[in-house]
Every structure is written in structure tokens, then in C-alpha cells.
Nanobody, 124 residues
Framework: QLQLVESGGGLVQPGGSLRLSCAASGFTLDYYAIGWFRQAPGKEREWVSC????????NYADSVKGRFTISRDNAQNTTYLQMNSLKPEDTAIYFC?????????????????WGQGTQVTVSS
């Protein structure tokens, strides 16, 4: 059974940092692009970042560019989202998602598998 499990969320003060993890089980990530998304209360889910299956391509939403870094360790079957300089508007549930790709692609939509999410709250 293909499964993604996020961890690393929590409460942090503005300006602080968190590192989210997304662990895959039931399949190997080598052939899958990974995306991170978030959904704030009362808002639609939005794309945050993506990384191609070998990590050669990454992309970020303008709202997080320069503050967030996506990475992956295929040997550990895990991807990460390092979040620095956090702002209250980053408060949301963060989800990781995976989709199998033929080419080395970083995509913003069309993901097939989703985790349950981890809560990130930025507040003083």
C-alpha cells in the first residue's frame, strides 16, 4: 500500500524555522516527483514547492521563494521541506504528494498520492 506520512510540524515563533519530512512506504520514490502543498483555514489548498524525481529540478511559489528549501533523499525514501524565516501567514496544514513521472519533471498539479498533512502554526 502506497503511503506518505508527513512529520515535523508544530508551533514556532515568527522568524523561526521548521523542517518537514515526508516519508514514503509501499513504493520507492526514485520515479516520483514530489510536491508540497498547504491549506490555511478558510482557504483553498495551494502549491508550495516541487522537486523532480532525482532532485535536479526544484520550484517554489513566490510566497516562499528564498525562505523554503525542498530536498530529497531517495535512499531514505524521504523528502524534506526546510522552512526558514517563517511568517504568521505560513500557518497552514502542510501536505506532501507524489506522482510517477517518466521524465525528470517538477510539477504543480496532477499528483496521485497524498499524505494526511502536518500542522504548522507560526505565532508569537
Amino acid at each position: 500500500q502506497l503511503q506518505l506520512v508527513e512529520s515535523g510540524g508544530g508551533l514556532v515563533q515568527p522568524g523561526g524555522s521548521l523542517r518537514l519530512s515526508c516519508a514514503a512506504s509501499g513504493f520507492t520514490l526514485d520515479y516520483y516527483a514530489i510536491g508540497w502543498f498547504r491549506q490555511a483555514p478558510g482557504k483553498e489548498r495551494e502549491w508550495v514547492s516541487c522537486i523532480s524525481r532525482r532532485g535536479g529540478k526544484t520550484n517554489y511559489a513566490d510566497s516562499v521563494k528564498g525562505r523554503f528549501t525542498i530536498s530529497r533523499d531517495n535512499a531514505q525514501n524521504t523528502t524534506y521541506l526546510q522552512m526558514n524565516s517563517l511568517k504568521p501567514e505560513d500557518t497552514a496544514i502542510y501536505f506532501c504528494a507524489a506522482t510517477r513521472t517518466v521524465l525528470s519533471m517538477c510539477i504543480r498539479s496532477g499528483y496521485d498520492y497524498w499524505g494526511q498533512g502536518t500542522q504548522v502554526t507560526v505565532s508569537s
